[in-house]
């Protein structure tokens, strides 16, 4: 079936520096590709999504990019803040039914 | 807008016994879903209602798990009865189409 991975599992930033989160994905026909941002023990919030149609997208701080041909997109987060510090999930779909990855704990230290 | 409201937020329960969650998606939206998530892991999605219609409950364990979804709106998950394995947080999400899903806060189960 769909197979979601993604790494790294943790990552330690400095404040100000990048972070960058890449996942992979099996099912070719996957078309819908949403990360979420959850903290400890609150809901899992959408930050960015992106479609297969669409290779970058941006918003503020925030980036994923999309490689259909090698099946992995990413997340990049620039001059990240300390409130950046949480699990983020990336998540891939074709008809709605979302394959999540493991998550990675980004910490970011002042 | 109010979002993804879910009750009760936390149960602990002695393993046998039955349990039920409630979840009331976003209005409007048509397309609600029940995940799993277990601790440090990604939700798993459990089943999927298009309106009143259960459209995806493949992951669902049937011999324990019933969920339901009258009117198209409210939907309760019920476990009967509860295992040990049980404990996770039950997620509840909702969609104004198959795609971008906005979550509940979570009903944080423990089976003693």
């Known amino acids: 079936g769909e197979n979601v991975e993604q790494h790294p599992s943790t990552l330690s930033v400095q404040e100000g520096d990048s972070a960058v989160i890449k996942c992979t994905y099996s099912?070719?026909?996957?078309?819908?590709f949403p990360w979420y941002k959850q903290e400890l023990g609150k809901r899992p919030q959408l930050i960015i999504d992106i479609r297969s149609n669409v290779g970058e997208k941006k918003d503020q701080r925030i980036a994923v990019t999309l490689n259909k041909t090698a099946k992995h997109f990413s997340l990049h987060i620039t001059e990240t803040q300390p409130e950046d510090s949480a699990v983020y999930f990336c998540?891939?779909?074709?008809?709605?039914?979302?394959?999540f990855g493991q998550g990675t704990t980004l910490q970011v230290k002042p | 807008e109010a979002g993804v409201v879910q009750s009760p937020r936390y149960k602990i329960i002695e393993k046998k016994q039955p349990v039920a969650f409630w979840c009331n998606p976003i209005?409007?939206?048509?397309?609600l879903y029940w995940y799993r998530q277990n601790l440090g892991q990604g939700p798993e999605l459990l089943i999927r209602y298009e309106n009143e219609e259960a459209v995806d409950d493949s992951q669902l364990p049937k011999d324990r798990f019933s969920a339901e979804r009258l009117k198209g709106v409210d939907s309760t998950l019920k476990i009967q009865p509860a295992e040990l394995g049980d404990s996770a947080v039950y997620l509840c999400?909702?969609?104004?189409?198959?795609?971008?899903?906005?979550f509940g806060p979570g009903t944080r189960l423990t089976v003693l």
């Open positions: 998540a891939a779909s074709k008809t709605g039914k979302l394959i």
């Open positions: 099912d070719s026909a996957s078309n819908y």
């Open positions: 209005s409007g939206h048509n397309t």
């Open positions: 999400a909702s969609s104004p189409r198959s795609d971008t899903q906005y």
